[in-house]
C-alpha cells in the first residue's frame, strides 16, 4: 500500500483527489493527509512519511517547486507528481530537475490520475531495485577490497611496492596522499585473549576511527599497516595514531599488543621506509625467524615477473590501454605455463583487473553500471577454488578484452557525446526525452541529434532503445525477473510495447530469448 499526500491552496482540488483515490484505486493507495501550502507540506512529509506526493505548483508562501526541493533534501525516497493549471515548459524544464515522475494538468480526470499514480509507483519500485543493486556491489566491493588489501601488502613485504602501484592501490581505496607511513603491530596474547581476537580489535580500530589500511595477519604474531598523510610532517602522524592508541590502550597498557610506527616520508620512498621500520622490528625480541615465509626480502614470484604489475599499473594511471593490453597480455601468458597458483597470484590478479575497471569509471570511458557488471568477479573465485587455472587465464583475458571493447568506443567520441551517452545509461529507466537531455547538457535537441548521428551513427531514439535493449538482454540472461518486471526495469511501462520492439530487433520474443541464452550458457 503507497501512502498518498495531497498538496493544493484550493480544498476542492484536494476533496476531488482524495474521492478519486478513495473510491477507485483504494486497493493500492491511502491518503495518509493533505496540505494547503508548501509549508505545511514540509512539516507533512516529514510527521506522516508518504510514498507519494501530488502537489500544485502556484501556492502562497513556499511554491511546489521550492517545497519539493525541500522535501527531497532532508532525505527519504518519494515519488513527486506536480498539479497545475498551467502548461509552461520552464515549470516543466524545472520540474524535471527535481525529479518529478509526472506533471498534471487539471482538471484531473480519474483516467490521468490513474497513469500519474502508476507512474510514481514503478518510479518508487525502479528506484528500490537500483538500491539493491548498489547495496549489492557495495558488498562486492567490499569482498574485492579485502583482495586488493592482501595485494597491497604483499607487495609491500615482498619488496616490489613502486611508487606507481602505490598509488593505484590507494586509488582503490578512495584516498589520496602524498606522503605516508608505515607500521608493524606485533600481538603477544595473555592467557585470556587469542591474537585472533586481539587482531580483530586492532582491525576494527583502525578500520573504522581512522585513515589507515591494516594488512592481513602473517604467522600469528605480526601486521603490517600504512598511514595515508598529507606531507611529511610528524604532526599530522601523531594526530592519526592517536585514536589507535587511544582505543587499544588496554592491550597496549598490559604489552599483549605493541605498536611499532616508522617516521613520515614520500610516497617515492615507501620501500626504503618499510625497510627501516622492518629493520627495526628484526632486532626486537619479538621479530620473526629466519625460517618465516617474509623477511623484507625480494623473492621471485612463481608465477610472472612483478615488474609487469608496475608498468600495468604506470599505463592505466595514464590512460594507455594500449600498452596496458601488452602488459596483461603477457600476464596471463606466463599464467597459463603453470598448473597451480597461491593466494598472492590471486591478489594481484584481482588487484590488476578492479585497478583497470575502477580507472575506467572515473575516467567516464566506460558507464558505472556496466564497471560494476565487470567488477563481478564470481566466476574467478570459482575457477580458483576448482584449481582450474588455465580456464580462470582465459576467463581474466576475456573480462580485460570486454573492459578494452567500452574503452575503445568510448574514447573516439568527444567529450559532450561522451557525456550524453553515460547520462543514457544510468538514467535508461526513467523517462527520457531527446528534449529533456539536451536540456540537461544546456544544448538544443537539434544539436544533440546531430552529433549522436555524427559520432555514434544513429539518431537519439534508436541510441536509447539499443542501450535499453542491452540492458534488458542481461536482465533475461540472468533470468530473475518477469518480462513486466524487465520492461519496467528497462524504461517501459507496457509490457507488451516492450516484448513487440524486442522481437523487431532481435527477431526473438523477450522470453525465446531469455531462455536460448541460459541453455547456452549451460551447454544444453
Same mark, same amino acid.
Given at each position: 500500500m503507497r501512502r498518498v499526500l495531497i498538496v493544493d491552496d484550493e480544498s476542492p482540488i484536494i476533496s476531488a483527489l482524495e474521492l478519486l483515490i478513495k473510491r477507485y484505486f483504494s486497493q493500492e493507495y491511502l491518503v495518509v493527509g493533505d496540505a494547503h501550502n508548501g509549508r505545511e507540506a514540509i512539516e507533512k512529509a516529514r510527521e506522516l512519511n508518504p510514498d507519494i506526493i501530488l502537489i500544485d505548483v502556484q501556492m502562497p508562501g513556499i511554491n511546489g517547486l521550492e517545497a519539493i526541493r525541500s522535501i527531497s533534501q532532508s532525505g527519504g525516497t518519494k515519488a513527486f507528481v506536480l498539479i497545475t493549471a498551467y502548461e509552461r515548459f520552464d515549470i516543466a524544464r524545472e520540474a524535471l530537475r527535481l525529479g518529478v515522475c509526472d506533471y498534471v494538468l487539471k482538471p484531473i480526470s480519474r483516467e490521468r490520475l490513474e497513469i500519474a499514480l502508476r507512474s510514481a509507483s514503478l518510479f518508487l519500485e525502479r528506484l528500490s531495485l537500483i538500491e539493491e543493486k548498489e547495496l549489492a556491489f557495495l558488498e562486492r566491493e567490499q569482498q574485492f577490497a579485502e583482495y586488493v588489501r592482501e595485494a597491497f601488502f604483499n607487495h609491500l613485504l615482498e619488496g616490489h611496492l613502486s611508487p606507481q602501484d602505490l598509488k593505484a592501490f590507494l586509488?582503490? @581505496?578512495?584516498? =589520496?596522499?602524498?606522503?605516508?607511513?608505515?607500521?608493524?603491530?606485533? @600481538?603477544? $596474547?595473555? *592467557?585470556?585473549?587469542?591474537?585472533?581476537?586481539?587482531?580483530?580489535?586492532?582491525?576494527?580500530?583502525?578500520?573504522?576511527?581512522? %585513515?589507515?589500511?591494516?594488512?592481513?595477519?602473517?604467522?600469528? #604474531?605480526?601486521? /603490517?599497516? @600504512?598511514? /595515508?598523510? /598529507?606531507?611529511?610532517?610528524?604532526? /599530522?602522524?601523531?594526530?592519526?595514531?592517536?585514536?589507535?592508541?587511544?582505543?587499544?590502550?588496554?592491550?597496549?597498557?598490559?604489552?599483549?599488543?605493541?605498536?611499532?610506527?616508522?617516521?613520515?616520508?614520500?610516497?617515492?620512498?615507501?620501500? #626504503?621506509? +618499510?625497510?627501516?621500520? +622492518?629493520?627495526?622490528?628484526?632486532? =626486537? $625480541?619479538?621479530?620473526?625467524?629466519? =625460517?618465516?615465509?617474509?623477511?623484507?626480502?625480494?623473492? $621471485?614470484?612463481?608465477? +610472472?615477473? +612483478?615488474?609487469?604489475?608496475?608498468?600495468?599499473?604506470?599505463?592505466?594511471?595514464?590512460?594507455?590501454?594500449?600498452?596496458?593490453?601488452?602488459?596483461?597480455?603477457?600476464?596471463? *601468458?606466463?599464467?597459463?605455463?603453470?598448473? %597451480?597458483?597461491?593466494?598472492?597470484?590471486l591478489y594481484r590478479l584481482v588487484s590488476l583487473l578492479t585497478y583497470g575497471i575502477t580507472e575506467a569509471i572515473q575516467e567516464g570511458t566506460i558507464p558505472r553500471e556496466r564497471g560494476h557488471a565487470l567488477l563481478s568477479l564470481e566466476g574467478l573465485f570459482s575457477l580458483y577454488q576448482k584449481g582450474l587455472f588455465q580456464e580462470l587465464g582465459t576467463w581474466c583475458h576475456t573480462q580485460f578484452q570486454k573492459l578494452l571493447q567500452e574503452v575503445h568506443v568510448r574514447r573516439e567520441y568527444s567529450p559532450t557525446v561522451r557525456k550524453i551517452l553515460q547520462y543514457l545509461e544510468e538514467h535508461y529507466q526513467e523517462p527520457i526525452s531527446l528534449e529533456s537531455v539536451a536540456d540537461l547538457m544546456d544544448l538544443s535537441p537539434v544539436t544533440v541529434s546531430r552529433m549522436l548521428s555524427e559520432e555514434v551513427g544513429q539518431g537519439f531514439a534508436r541510441t536509447l532503445i539499443e542501450i535499453r535493449l542491452k540492458r534488458a538482454k542481461e536482465l533475461l540472461q540472468e533470468g530473475d525477473l518477469s518480462i513486466k518486471e524487465i520492461s519496467q526495469a528497462c524504461g517501459y511501462q507496457d509490457p507488451n510495447y516492450f516484448a513487440r520492439l524486442f522481437k523487431n530487433y532481435t527477431g526473438m520474443t523477450p522470453r525465446e530469448y531469455g531462455e536460448t541464452k541460459r541453455e547456452e550458457a549451460h551447454g544444453t
Open positions: 586509488s582503490v @581505496f578512495h584516498l =589520496s596522499c602524498t606522503h605516508g607511513a608505515v607500521g608493524i603491530l606485533y @600481538f603477544l $596474547p595473555a *592467557i585470556s585473549h587469542s591474537t585472533g581476537e586481539l587482531y580483530i580489535q586492532a582491525s576494527h580500530t583502525i578500520q573504522y576511527k581512522t %585513515t589507515a589500511i591494516l594488512g592481513p595477519l602473517v604467522h600469528q #604474531r605480526y601486521a /603490517p599497516f @600504512f598511514i /595515508p598523510l /598529507p606531507n611529511s610532517n610528524e604532526t /599530522p602522524l601523531q594526530s592519526l595514531v592517536e585514536p589507535i592508541k587511544k582505543e587499544l590502550a588496554g592491550p597496549l597498557a598490559t604489552g599483549e599488543i605493541q605498536m611499532l610506527i616508522g617516521s613520515p616520508g614520500p610516497l617515492a620512498e615507501v620501500d #626504503r621506509l +618499510w625497510q627501516r621500520v +622492518w629493520n627495526e622490528f628484526l632486532q =626486537s $625480541p619479538q621479530g620473526p625467524s629466519s =625460517s618465516d615465509e617474509y623477511t623484507g626480502e625480494s623473492k $621471485p614470484d612463481e608465477l +610472472w615477473p +612483478w615488474v609487469l604489475d608496475h608498468e600495468y599499473y604506470e599505463a592505466i594511471s595514464h590512460h594507455y590501454w594500449t600498452v596496458a593490453q601488452k602488459q596483461f597480455e603477457e600476464i596471463i *601468458i606466463n599464467l597459463q605455463k603453470y598448473h %597451480t597458483m597461491s593466494p598472492l597470484g
